[in-house]
């Protein structure tokens, strides 16, 4: 019963802010250009979620998220130009697609590289983020509608606020149900102490699969509703610095901290476009000078992030809360 009650607590304001912004949509209650920014947030929230589950719960320091970012956005766009219009039932199987060609590369590309630990599996994770780029940048060679360098156009825009907080509250509830399960204290263990956790006879590589599986397919959702929100693809959109981003969420947020992933992503994302609309045109630039200061400042404050080790009664798994 408590934990129906905590559920609630937690996506009763989601549901209600999908609502606003189904109105704020309809009848231009909000300026729409916020309304994106928001979608947006959400967007980056899930993709963060899936970072956080592989570096911040699993341990696996991930430096190609924005990767498997692109290969879900490439491929549900793909399925939705191809079959959809504009139809919601293809739209919902086109970000299925993406989550699953996501996974399927994760699973491709973990075989090899999840065996390496700490700084090795970064620099092999930052290769292969690499590859894909200059894959998006020339694969109109072999599939002529993802366009290349020159972007991929015609994507309907089907991502609205509902389907944004719908699927940020589903990551949640996904996230949090498996990290507080036998599998979830599996993959914290091999964060803490893989030798410890071996010997107690976790099976290593097939937990680290799994949750690196998981994390890079909540980044392939993400990215199917990134492609339809802004109805254009760019192979730029999924470069290293993405990654970067991410990452820099999850630890401003604090490292397998779900909370602050939450918070972190939508002051990320806003603190961006605050700036762009403070800051005069000629010093917009500066923002890359202003958000560094702040991140150094953070870590010397609060190096365990923002949350530390608290959680949102409805994250935390504990239904006395």
Avoid at 112 to 140: C, E, H, Q, W
Avoid at 169 to 187: D, E, K, M, P, Q
Avoid at 195 to 202: H, L, Q
Avoid at 234 to 257: A, Y
């Amino acid at each position: 019963m408590r934990t129906a009650i905590n559920l609630f607590k937690a996506f009763g304001p989601l549901c209600l802010a999908a609502g606003l912004g189904y109105l704020a949509e309809s009848g231009e209650m909000i300026n729409p250009y916020w309304i994106q920014i928001f979608q947006l947030a959400c967007i980056i929230a899930i993709s963060s979620l899936g970072l956080n589950l592989i570096y911040g719960f699993t341990g696996l320091f991930s430096l190609g998220h924005a990767a498997f970012y692109g290969v879900g956005a490439y491929t549900a766009a793909l399925v939705m130009k191809s079959y959809g219009g504009e139809s919601q039932y293809v739209f919902l199987a086109a970000l299925l697609a993406g989550c699953a060609g996501a996974a399927i590369v994760a699973y491709l590309i973990g075989v090899p590289t999840l065996r390496l630990t700490s700084d090795y599996l970064g620099i092999a994770t930052l290769g292969f983020g690499i590859i894909m780029k200059v894959l998006f940048d020339n694969i109109d060679s072999f599939i002529p509608q993802l366009g290349g360098a020159r972007g991929m156009t015609g994507i309907a825009k089907m991502t609205t606020v509902p389907w944004a907080v719908v699927f940020l509250g589903i990551s949640l509830i996904l996230v949090r149900n498996l990290i507080h399960s036998s599998y979830g204290r599996a993959l914290v263990s091999i964060r803490e102490d893989e030798i410890a956790a071996g010997t107690m006879g976790i099976d290593i590589f097939r937990c680290k699969m799994a949750g690196f599986v998981a994390g890079c397919a909540l980044a392939g959702l993400s990215g199917g509703l990134y492609a339809h929100l802004y109805a254009f693809l760019h192979p730029s959109n999924f470069d290293f610095f993405k990654s970067v981003d991410v990452l820099m969420i999850v630890v401003l947020g604090g490292i397998g901290n779900m909370s602050g992933t939450l918070v972190a992503s939508f002051g990320w994302i806003f603190l961006l476009e605050g700036l762009r609309v403070v800051l005069p045109p000629e010093y917009i630039e500066f923002r890359w000078v202003l958000i560094p200061v702040l991140l150094i400042v953070t870590m010397l404050v609060r190096p365990e992030g923002l949350f530390g080790f608290r959680e949102f009664p409805f994250l935390s798994g504990r239904d006395d809360e």
